[in-house]
Structures are given as structure tokens and as C-alpha cells.
């Protein structure tokens, strides 16, 4: 059986693991937000960065990118097996950088838009949903200036947060997905270090 992860934020750009195949799709009937607050990577507990999460969106399709999990058989196809000691350390690694998402789902990522049978079903992507009881670092919508400066402040153990929303939008771009409300934010937040400086 195949293991397939849906990466819609930094697993676009890092994945942290060797995968058999990537593929470019969507998903359908969800949106990418920035937000999730990162108190562990792009912020502090002090002051939280913003990262992206997704959210249902009727009629909506969010273009990125699906991972296999490394075939160690050499076979490249949408049924790639893979070692289940080597699939578990991945998913060990994923549940780690992932923590601050509390909902584990099994999407289906299309490559055609009119397409009635999905290029992958069931692929796991990991979300922050925005019950704030089971998810602390939940911070909601705001407006594109607000999310834009809290940005600009934010940084953490790795690295800025307008590094991650530069190296997002790039990711996007070459995979031929203009995303507005990450292309809003990323030319607010250069709008706003030009302001700076």
C-alpha cells in the first residue's frame, strides 16, 4: 500500500524525507490561510508566527504538490510500496515537525479539473483546525495588514516568518499556482520592509 502526503506549506519547498514520486495536483473544496500560529519553527510561545493551514472552501481547489513515501522496490507508479520500517520513521518525522496541527486527514489530489476519478486518493495531510481548545496556537483570519506585520516580527528556531511566506510564494509560483492571498500577504509584507528601510 502506498503512502501519499499532501503538502500544501513548507513540505512543498522541504520535505525532510526522500519520497519515490511527487505529483502537482489539487485538492478540491478547501483553501490554504495563513492562519495557524508557530510557536515552534517560524515564532515563539511570546510572540507566534504565522503559518499556513487549510480551511473548507466550497468550490475552492488548493494546487500543490502530493509525496510517495520512498520505494525502496525501484517501482515508480501510484501503487508504490515501501518498507514499513522506513514509511514509519517518516511518519515519526512528520508527526514531530507537524505537531501543532491537530487534524490528520486522507484527501484526494486531482490533476485535472474536470477529472471524475482522483490521479491519488487518500493522502495524509495535516491540518490546524481552528478549535482552539484542542489547537492553542489556532489564530484565525485577519486582516492582509495585520497577518502581514505579524509576520514581518515574527521569527523562531527557524527562521523568519516572512522567510517562510517568500520561499512559499516562490514554491507556488514554480509549480504554476498564483495563489492571491499568499501573494497578497507576501507583497504586503515587502511593502511594509520598504516602509522600514
Same mark, same amino acid.
Request: aromatic share 10%.
Given at each position: 500500500?502506498?503512502?501519499?502526503?499532501?503538502?500544501?506549506?513548507?513540505?512543498? $519547498?522541504?520535505?525532510?524525507?526522500?519520497?519515490?514520486?511527487?505529483?502537482?495536483?489539487? %485538492?478540491?473544496?478547501?483553501?490554504?490561510?495563513?492562519?495557524?500560529?508557530?510557536?515552534?519553527?517560524?515564532?515563539?510561545?511570546?510572540? !507566534?508566527?504565522?503559518?499556513?493551514?487549510?480551511?473548507?472552501?466550497?468550490?475552492?481547489? #488548493?494546487?500543490?504538490?502530493?509525496? #510517495?513515501?520512498?520505494?525502496?522496490? =525501484?517501482?515508480?507508479?501510484?501503487? #508504490?510500496?515501501?518498507?514499513f520500517d522506513v514509511i514509519?520513521?517518516? %511518519?515519526?518525522? @512528520?508527526e514531530v515537525r507537524e505537531?501543532?496541527?491537530?487534524?490528520?486527514?486522507?484527501?484526494?489530489?486531482?490533476?485535472?479539473?474536470?477529472?471524475?476519478?482522483?490521479?491519488?486518493?487518500?493522502?495524509?495531510?495535516?491540518?490546524?483546525?481552528?478549535?482552539?481548545?484542542?489547537?492553542?496556537?489556532? @489564530?484565525? !483570519?485577519?486582516?492582509?495588514?495585520?497577518?502581514?506585520?505579524? %509576520?514581518?516580527?515574527?521569527?523562531?528556531? $527557524? =527562521?523568519?516568518?516572512?522567510?517562510? @511566506?517568500?520561499?512559499?510564494?516562490?514554491?507556488?509560483?514554480?509549480?504554476?499556482?498564483?495563489?492571491?492571498?499568499?501573494?497578497?500577504?507576501?507583497?504586503?509584507?515587502?511593502?511594509? %520592509?520598504?516602509?522600514?528601510?
Amino acid at each position: 500500500m502506498a503512502i501519499w502526503v499532501f503538502g500544501y506549506g513548507s513540505l512543498i $519547498s522541504k520535505a525532510g524525507f526522500n519520497y519515490d514520486e511527487r505529483l502537482v495536483g489539487f %485538492i478540491k473544496g478547501y483553501r490554504r490561510v495563513f492562519y495557524q500560529g508557530s510557536t515552534d519553527h517560524r515564532g515563539t510561545p511570546e510572540f !507566534p508566527g504565522r503559518t499556513v493551514t487549510l480551511e473548507p472552501a466550497e468550490g475552492e481547489i #488548493c494546487k500543490t504538490v502530493g509525496s #510517495c513515501l520512498q520505494d525502496l522496490k =525501484g517501482r515508480r507508479s501510484r501503487n #508504490c510500496i515501501d518498507d514499513f520500517d522506513v514509511i514509519n520513521l517518516k %511518519i515519526e518525522y @512528520l508527526e514531530v515537525r507537524e505537531k501543532q496541527y491537530d487534524r490528520k486527514e486522507y484527501v484526494d489530489i486531482f490533476t485535472e479539473l474536470n477529472a471524475a476519478t482522483p490521479a491519488v486518493s487518500g493522502a495524509l495531510v495535516y491540518i490546524a483546525s481552528p478549535d482552539k481548545k484542542v489547537n492553542v496556537n489556532y @489564530l484565525g !483570519p485577519a486582516s492582509v495588514e495585520d497577518i502581514a506585520r505579524q %509576520i514581518v516580527q515574527a521569527e523562531g528556531p $527557524s =527562521g523568519p516568518n516572512r522567510e517562510y @511566506l517568500f520561499v512559499l510564494e516562490n514554491a507556488l509560483l514554480q509549480i504554476g499556482s498564483k495563489d492571491e492571498h499568499v501573494i497578497d500577504l507576501a507583497n504586503e509584507v515587502r511593502r511594509i %520592509i520598504s516602509e522600514e528601510n
